[in-house]
């Protein structure tokens, strides 16, 4: 999905009106010809449209909004799961978060979490809200292959169309897969600072260890992927190069 | 147009073949050097002028092409190797050197060689494309097609596999380069079903086989030398 171009182009006026494309894009650290080719094309991309608001302070969340497609976005924002929330701490602050408890079992947690996204985000956010036949849902409802979803999961990628129809299909609000995705975050996407430490926070030892150990689990199966992959290239180079 | 693709060819092995004479004076993967070299040799040979120069001086009753022959035996023994063993494919590597691949291969050398001297060869001429045509001399070309045939679908799984990870894009694509040149050499065992009024499908298979493959090998070698560059590059760029 992408936004198109006179409806961008509307909303660019409505925020920067006597701006001149070169500056909207200098300001923005979007490229000129980028922007200039998505807006031939009549699609001009999310993340275009997210950069630029950044840059003339408009929430960035609220730009999409004023997009039928985004339509999802307006109204009473629709809060966070715990589930979601803690999908969002990246898996070294859940080890870190699993150490600081056992070392200060009298609950003095002074836990700084990294950003949003981390590098499974995208895969921790659909496994958080999946109900089993998520996938394949989002898979019918968009209309691409199930594996082509898994590939994004893999890539630690999501288009904006897919993680929102991903959520749709989940029922859960509308911003969790932007957020997951990079799109936006956390704070652009409303969510209140502090409430992923919060949800960690709620988690019990138990569920925390065991948590942990599922992320730990995945990520040393992709360091192994990788470096399986690095062993065969390394082969072929050695012996043909 | 066959010719330019032929000479083409030429240029291109020998420049891969010069490129890799610092690294094998270094002492770097010398066989590869060797292939290089032996792929260049096997085109030489094949061309018309420097053809019939040689065989002139070989006695001038085509020689010339069995000893092609047995070069190109040779080219995919040794390329059959280097690259299983490349790729990865314990299956691939033992159908070329284990007992099996000798096999065929000693029995392929072996009625070349005899098909060969059954023949009436007098008059230089390049592929022995004016010989009078007789059965022996089909199969002879056949046993020409059929081992580096063989040694293609030997190699073919192997590569396959690679092209379809998920490694270094030049990589992949070079290697997708080499399955495509290979997959053409097993093609080209079709020949005899090709009727004579399409006979310049021929040496284009054959070019664009040696071509591709080439250009494949060469391939992943650029590949290697860009991730280095890029490797090193990456530590002065963050001083």
Redesign the interface.
């Known amino acids: 999905m992408s936004l198109p171009s006179k409806a961008f182009q509307h909303w660019l006026h409505g925020i920067a009106p006597n701006t001149s494309t070169a500056d909207v894009c200098r300001s923005s650290g979007v490229k000129r010809t980028t922007l200039a080719q998505q807006l031939v094309r009549g699609k001009v991309a999310e993340s275009s449209l997210v950069s630029i608001s950044r840059a003339f302070d408009v929430n960035p969340f609220d730009a999409l909004a004023h997009f039928e497609a985004y339509a999802a976005l307006r109204g009473t924002p629709v809060p966070p799961t715990d589930a979601e929330l803690v999908s969002q701490v990246s898996t070294m602050d859940m080890l870190r978060a699993v150490v600081d408890r056992s070392e200060h079992p009298d609950g003095l947690r002074t836990l700084d979490l990294a950003g949003t996204p981390h590098p499974s985000s995208v895969r921790n956010w659909v496994d958080a809200i999946d109900d089993g036949d998520l996938r394949h849902r989002v898979s019918d409802a968009v209309g691409i292959a199930p594996q082509n979803f898994s590939a994004y999961l893999t890539s630690n990628r999501l288009p904006p169309e897919l993680a929102l129809a991903t959520s749709r299909e989940a029922g859960v609000g509308p911003a969790g897969g932007l957020v997951a995705s990079g799109l936006v975050t956390e704070a652009e996407a409303g969510w209140p600072s502090g409430a992923r430490l919060d949800a960690l926070n709620r988690l019990s030892d138990g569920e925390l260890a065991l948590l942990a150990g599922e992320r730990l689990q995945a990520f040393g199966k992709s360091l192994r992927r990788q470096e399986h992959?690095l062993d065969?290239?390394q082969?072929?180079?050695?012996?043909?190069? | 147009m066959t010719d330019v693709l032929a000479w083409a060819t030429f240029g291109v092995c020998l420049a891969l073949t010069g490129i890799r004479i610092p690294s094998a004076l270094r002492g770097e993967n010398r066989m590869m050097f060797v292939l290089f070299a032996l792929i260049s040799l096997d085109i030489l040979l094949s061309l018309e002028v420097p053809y019939e120069f040689l065989d002139g001086l070989m006695g001038g009753f085509n020689v010339c092409n069995l000893l092609l022959r047995f070069l190109l035996y040779g080219t995919f023994l040794l390329m059959g190797i280097k690259v299983a063993r490349a790729f990865g494919s314990r299956g691939g590597e033992r159908a070329v050197r284990g007992p099996w691949g000798i096999a065929v291969l000693a029995i392929t050398a072996v009625l070349t060689a005899v098909l060969f001297f059954s023949m009436d060869t007098s008059g230089s001429t390049v592929g022995l494309e004016d010989l009078d045509p007789e059965p022996a001399l089909d199969l002879y070309s056949a046993f020409g097609r059929a081992y580096p045939g063989y040694v293609s679908a030997c190699l073919v799984p192997g590569i396959w596999r690679s092209v379809r990870s998920s490694g270094p894009a030049l990589l992949r694509a070079a290697s997708g380069m080499l399955l495509a040149g290979l997959a053409l050499l097993i093609v080209s065992q079709v020949f005899p079903l090709i009727p004579d009024s399409n006979a310049w499908l021929r040496p284009l298979i054959n070019y664009s086989a040696a071509l591709a493959s080439a250009l494949g090998l060469g391939g992943i070698w650029l590949s290697k030398t860009i991730a280095r560059r890029t490797v090193r590059a990456i530590p002065s760029d963050q001083r």
């Open positions: 992959e065969r290239t082969r072929i180079w050695d012996n043909l190069a």
